[in-house]
């Protein structure tokens, strides 16, 4: 199957999660905020709240659930990949020279270990005694935010979005994503990049909780403090020269902690129902739209970009006929201000009209379901105080079409 989805709501058949790890246990309340968490959460309780939130992804779909961490070491157990990748996470410290000596003596899944969790220079001292004292605590960075794995790569109508990070502690997931999407088995041969391809001279950031799939026809991307204008310029000409594709909005949003991507604003759950942040969804008014101007003999195009003056709950409302609206908090705004700090909004959807939520979010789940919604609720303690969603830590790659 092709790594291509033409909503957010299609019957999930696969996605790829993350299951928190040793990373987690990097944050101290010194570097919490460096590592871009506002908390320090409790490992071993996250990692029961994911293993239900999978479980219930598995039971409610039969859809396949990847590993990353299996995903990686399916990878680099060859050797010229395994290369590759550690090279590229110690250059980011100034420590490349080691990386035969590593190879050399840590097992392949201790090397898939120390790139997601990172490795400090003590860690490595037993096997490498000659290793010399380092600037830095960590020689490989740790990732912390790998378990939300909406972020790192975006799949649309016409292929993958490869993103580029705005902040240097999440730039490697990325890369680790992208080396998966080129080189395992499963993902090789329906691999196609549509961001940022063979340009590489300068490629603006781009997040994927910033990129929504409205419709098979219509994609729209938050224009954040993570994602450029430049970067859904470039993502808009590449995907409407695709010609499945006829509209791509760009969606400007606050530069502020709860604005983070599109996706903590608004979710599509059916082809007619959205669930989202009202005090947001009605005061964005800055959109643009892309479309292509024109295509001649050699299927060359130019893109034409148009301001739209209207909210984007209005925009929606033109895309999505008879749309209904769901406002988290059930429209109360004490009740949606303090859900939307939980990325109420932020719902992964396994099917029409079919949703896991955190249960902390009861005034939004019980308005969705009063919509006829099924809501499956998981435990939320501490898998939401890296502040995002059920969405935010799923990878979707394949869906039934509608």
């Known amino acids: 199957m092709k790594l291509k989805l033409n909503s957010e709501f299609g019957t999930l058949r696969r996605v790829i999660m993350h299951r928190p790890g040793l990373e987690i246990e990097r944050l101290t309340p010194q570097n919490s905020s460096e590592l871009l968490f506002e908390d320090v959460p409790f490992l071993e309780s996250m990692q029961t709240e994911h293993d239900e ?12 659930v990847y590993r990353l961490r299996q995903l990686l070491l399916d990878v680099v157990r060859h050797d010229v990949h395994k290369r590759a990748i550690l090279e590229d996470a110690l250059s980011v410290t100034g420590h490349a020279d080691i990386c035969d000596d590593i190879i050399a003596c840590y097992s392949t899944a201790q090397i898939v270990t120390m790139l997601i969790a990172g490795v400090r220079f003590h860690e490595l001292q037993k096997k490498l005694p000659a290793l010399k004292e380092s600037s830095g605590d960590y020689i490989i960075n740790p990732s912390p935010n790998m378990y939300f794995m909406r972020d790192p790569a975006a799949v649309t109508q016409h292929g993958v979005i490869s993103s580029n990070m ?20 499963d993902f090789r041969d329906d691999y196609h990049e549509v961001y940022p391809g063979n340009d590489m001279a300068h490629i603006p950031t781009i997040e994927g909780g910033d990129v929504m799939v409205i419709s098979p026809f219509v994609l729209a991307v938050g224009c954040s403090e993570r994602t ?9 000409g590449n995907i409407l020269a695709g010609g499945q594709v006829e509209r791509v909005y760009e969606v400007k949003l606050p530069s502020q902690r709860n604005y983070m991507h599109l ?12 669930v989202t942040y009202p005090d947001a969804i009605n005061s964005l008014l800055e959109t643009y739209v892309y479309r292509i101007n024109r295509i001649d003999d050699e299927n060359k195009f130019s893109l034409h970009k148009e301001a739209i003056k209207q909210s984007l709950i209005s925009i929606l409302k033109n895309e999505i006929p008879h749309l209904d609206v ?4 059930y429209g109360h705004p004490e009740h949606s201000s303090r859900e939307q700090w939980y990325d109420g909004a932020n719902v ?12 902390r979010n009861k005034h939004t789940n019980r308005a969705l379901r009063d919509m006829g ?4 609720e998981i435990r939320s303690s501490e898998l939401s105080r890296g502040l995002g969603g059920p969405r935010c830590m799923t990878m979707p790659i394949e869906r039934d079409d509608i």
């Open 326 to 329: 769901i406002e988290t908090g």
């Open 373 to 376: 919604v099924e809501v499956i």
């Open 53 to 64: 939130f999978s479980a219930v992804i598995k039971n409610m779909t039969d859809a396949k």
């Open 348 to 359: 992964f959807a396994i099917g029409p009209r079919r949703v896991i939520s955190y249960d």
């Open 263 to 274: 996706d903590t604003v608004f979710s599509v759950v059916d082809e007619n129902l959205v």
């Open 166 to 185: 705005k902040f240097s502690g999440r730039q490697f997931e990325s890369r680790l994503l992208k080396l998966i999407f080129k080189h395992h088995p």
């Open 228 to 236: 450029a204008s430049a970067a859904i310029e470039k993502v808009a």
